[in-house]
């Protein structure tokens, strides 16, 4: 096991377009996390998930954005409707339980 | 609602020199702090919590409640603490969401 991953790395997609980000998280854990950073800033949390099921979700995940975790392993995050304000870095984080969290590298959107 | 302040964005120092990175937080409860790390090409990752009291490649931070700090210092500055550090806070009591500063980030010169 090497880690969270996060799959794709990079996208670069036109406005208006959907998008679908994939995270694996480390297999033993039953946290998963997303969040978005933008330049300059640190981290934001969107939503968590604890095994299949979403716990929190904060008020930035606008009714655009939806997450899954349906098996409760890998997590998928859809952006509907893209706009140049989504352009970001989405991390994904994985913990079990309430211990350390571990970041996947990112998928770095961009929207034109 | 919970804030972290890192007043610096960029913080420059040469090797041996001491090092200390600012961090304030807003929290009216009993809030858990964290100092994470980003080295370049690499994932962010945890670089200590107040609970645990302990020191990590020669960092410590101590909790200050009277002043809202949880400062990151190091004695001696090495070329590879270059990386960007964000301070972090947690609610406690259960609650697994941090809240990150922006960022401050420490370039060591040889």
């Known amino acids: 096991d090497t880690g969270v991953s996060q799959n794709p790395r990079h996208k670069i997609t036109k406005r208006g377009q959907n998008v679908t980000f994939r995270c694996d998280p480390i297999s033993e854990h039953n946290r998963l996390y997303w969040y978005r950073q933008t330049l300059g800033q640190g981290p934001e949390f969107l939503t968590y998930f604890q095994n299949e099921a979403q716990l929190e979700k904060s008020r930035l995940l606008s009714d655009r954005f939806s997450a899954e975790r349906p098996k409760g392993s890998f997590s998928t995050l859809e952006i509907q409707r893209t706009e140049q304000g989504d352009s970001a870095m989405y991390l994904c984080?994985?913990?079990?339980?309430?211990?350390?969290?571990?970041f996947g590298p990112g998928t770095r959107l961009l929207v034109l | 609602a919970q804030r972290v302040t890192q007043p610096e964005k960029l913080l420059s120092v040469f090797k041996g020199a001491p090092v200390e990175l600012k961090c304030n937080y807003s929290?009216?409860?009993?809030?858990?702090l964290f100092w994470y790390v980003q080295y370049s090409r690499q994932r962010l990752q945890l670089l200590l919590r107040h609970i645990s009291r302990e020191s990590i490649k020669g960092f410590t931070a101590d909790l200050n409640k009277g002043e809202t700090s949880f400062h990151l210092k190091k004695p001696f500055a090495q070329e590879e603490d270059s990386a960007m550090y964000y301070c972090a806070l947690t609610r406690g009591k259960g609650s697994y969401i941090p809240t990150f500063g922006r960022g401050t980030s420490l370039i060591v010169h040889p």
């Open positions: 984080a994985s913990s079990f339980g309430p211990e350390t969290q571990y």
């Open positions: 929290y009216s409860g009993s809030p858990e």
